[in-house]
């Protein structure tokens, strides 16, 4: 998994990132989404690793990442400061001009990057993901109740450890959340699907 790839971590200044990066070309970064790490990329990154110079961070705060002690209003988690590690990472490996794909909440950090540091994202791809916004907007009964474990994100108390700890299987639904990931592992979907990938990224940005 990841051959040809090397396994770092690099100080990005407020936290410290997990990165693989390899392959020859154009930078290209991979953006993981909740709650997974770079590895959900291992079947992508090594077939776009022949034409792009590809890099998979985990994400502050996930796998190996660090995280800063809490802040107000979540800033040490915000995809702001995400986006930030990012633009800090690529400069780090010599890149100030890349391209960013970006998967569920990968997908948002993706976002944030590209309009937060305009001059520095070439290409922007994203997969499974909508602006928060979006999301807010079109919250109605049905959402809350199939995703009633979104919720946990958001509270700075953290009421959700207890609640996963006091009953494992129950939390997850009878196998819920297993049901809704072997969904995503069927051909043609999740970020691991590559194809018509590399064509996206291939295709000249806008001026």
């Not at 930030?84 to 990472?89: E, H, K, N």
Request: aromatic share 8%; hydrophobic share 40%.
């Amino acid at each position: 998994m990841f051959d040809g790839f090397r396994l770092d971590r690099v100080d990005a200044g407020e936290v410290t990132l997990r990165v693989r990066y390899g392959g020859e070309g154009e930078p290209v970064v991979l953006l993981h989404g909740h709650p997974r790490t770079h590895t959900t990329w291992h079947r992508v990154a090594p077939r776009l690793s022949g034409s792009f110079f590809v890099v998979c961070p985990d994400l502050r705060g996930y796998g190996q990442s660090t995280l800063p002690s809490d802040a107000p209003g979540h800033a040490q988690s915000s995809k702001r400061a995400m986006a930030g590690d990012v633009v800090a990472l690529m400069r780090h490996l010599g890149h100030d001009r890349f391209s960013v794909v970006g998967h569920d909440r990968g997908a948002l950090v993706a976002f944030r990057t590209a309009m937060d540091h305009p001059d520095a994202v070439q290409r922007l791809a994203v997969r499974d993901g909508l602006p928060v916004i979006e999301h807010l907007e079109r919250l109605n009964e049905a959402f809350v109740r199939i995703w009633w474990h979104w919720w946990f994100l958001g509270q700075t108390d953290k009421p959700a450890e207890a609640f996963i700890s006091a009953d494992p299987p129950a939390e997850r639904g009878g196998g819920q959340l297993r049901r809704r990931v072997g969904r995503l592992r069927r051909p043609g979907r999740g970020p691991w699907h590559v194809r018509g990938l590399p064509g996206r990224l291939a295709r000249r940005p806008r001026p």
